[in-house]
């Protein structure tokens, strides 16, 4: 279901107004930021049956993974920023070299203005409001714009925004002609999930008016796997990791390297895994979500036509169901291999020499995540150290999307700019410097006239001091 859930909005109007309620200075306040981001609290608080509700019917998130990695994500998100916000707040105090005395230094945190933040459909409540918590907490405005793929959730959203927040500093955009007219204005700062062709798109105009950027796309993210991993809990969270929201997962692993000393063994244990999780048929299971759009599902389920399918395989275009699938033998060239799966494709590529593995991700575009599966710590550093992604997880899979003292984001094609925590805080402001000077005193040689005797002067001076 794609919807347009409002009318058309006059974008340069909007950002008008938005500019004129952050001109007036009212998010400036310590007061003012608390008490917005502890009334999103108790909205997504009294609204988690509909919000549940709204993921059931887009991607038909179990009720458990609604809450796990949408609702609670937030609530822990903006629990943290409201415990640490005052700290966040107050001025940086650094060194004063003896040059500048009399006089004190500092770094002030200012908001950047207004903000536009542009979500996807996969996590379509968490991936839209953890970065509005930062603008917020930064004392910005934020004009928000939720995918209408996942259109429950995002009318959802839109119902609780409109009827809690003033419009010109919280305003919901479902409409798309006014989101695409939007990106024509002038913002103090874009913040994009999705994909690379959109994120490009995005990057460019942004360029035009020197706004900058936090783009976290995506990729190929692969999954390293060694002769001592553990087949126990290490598969329970490399199975969980692929297949959770049915494979739609921006650092999901995308394609396994697995050595083929225990390759025969791995798929035996991963298919053992995937039927204790989802059952004899997953379609039955009330655990296992379906693809957004019946365009995704045509699309996932065209990746692995010709493909050697050694588990799942069955589709339903009626409830756009893909079963939990294992590829074997991949090649490079298959299509599989061509884009990032965003489905619950599972592509196995054995290998004998690590180098080899390593030489294959490095062959295409730095991934957003990067997944190590060995009790080996010579196996993991190498992994790491002769790689390139956004982030690394060593015997886990999405976890350390959570964890809110590590900062979240790509590099290269993957996206650019990091955020979660204060990172959040810390993009959606600027670190503004300042020098300030006693008027008791100063040094007379700085000022002109100058002559031969001033320049000596410098010179020994600039030696005693540095």
Request: hydrophobic letters at 40%; proline letters at 4%.
């Amino acid at each position: 279901m794609v919807a347009e859930l409002s009318t058309t909005i006059n974008a340069a109007e909007l950002v008008r107004k938005h500019r004129q309620f952050f001109n007036s200075g009212k998010t400036q306040s310590l007061e003012f930021r608390l008490e917005q981001l502890n009334k999103l609290r108790s909205l997504i608080k009294a609204n988690e049956s509909k919000i549940k509700e709204a993921l059931k019917k887009d991607l038909n998130k179990s009720e458990f993974e609604a809450y796990g990695t949408e609702i609670t994500f937030v609530l822990k998100d903006i629990d943290h920023v409201i415990a640490s916000l005052k700290k966040w707040m107050k001025p940086e105090r650094v060194k004063t070299p003896l040059f500048h005395q009399l006089g004190s230094s500092w770094i002030q945190s200012d908001p950047l203005g207004v903000v536009y933040v542009i979500a996807p459909w996969n996590y379509p409540f968490q991936l839209l409001i953890a970065p509005v918590i930062g603008a917020m907490a930064a004392g910005n405005t934020v004009i928000m714009k939720p995918s209408r793929m996942s259109a429950n959730t995002c009318q959802l959203i839109d119902e609780m925004i409109s009827s809690n927040f003033p419009a010109d500093y919280l305003k919901v955009i479902t409409n798309f002609q006014t989101t695409q007219e939007l990106l024509e204005e002038r913002f103090d700062y874009i913040f994009f999930t999705g994909g690379k062709e959109v994120g490009t798109e995005i990057y460019q105009k942004a360029a035009k008016n020197l706004t900058p950027v936090t783009l976290e796309l995506g990729g190929k993210s692969p999954c390293f796997v060694d002769e001592t991993m553990n087949m126990n809990w290490a598969m329970k969270r490399l199975i969980w990791g692929k297949f959770t929201n049915a494979g739609q997962t921006c650092v999901a692993p995308d394609y396994f390297l697995v050595d083929n000393k225990i390759k025969a063994k791995f798929i035996s244990e991963a298919i053992k895994t995937i039927k204790e999780f989802y059952g004899e048929d997953p379609k039955q299971s009330p655990d296992f979500g379906r693809i957004i759009t019946e365009k995704h599902f045509q699309r996932v389920s065209g990746l692995f036509k010709n493909a050697q399918v050694i588990h799942g395989g069955d589709t339903d275009a009626s409830q756009k169901y893909i079963a939990p699938t294992i590829l074997d033998n991949v090649k490079l060239d298959d299509a599989v291999m061509q884009e990032e799966i965003f489905g619950p494709l599972m592509p196995i590529i054995g290998y004998d020499n690590l180098d080899d593995a390593i030489k294959i991700v490095n062959s295409g575009g730095k991934p957003l995540a990067l997944y190590v599966f060995s009790e080996s710590r010579a196996y993991q550093e190498k992994v790491l150290s002769e790689t390139s992604s956004g982030n690394g997880s060593i015997n886990e899979c999405l976890m350390h999307v959570g964890q809110f003292n590590l900062p979240f984001g790509g590099v290269g094609d993957s996206g650019i700019g990091q955020y979660h925590g204060k990172l959040s805080f810390d993009i959606f402001s600027h670190r503004k410097g300042v020098l300030k000077k006693s008027t008791l005193t100063d040094l007379a040689l700085r000022f002109p006239p100058y002559n031969s005797n001033k320049v000596n002067m410098l010179n020994k001076l600039m030696d005693w001091l540095m």
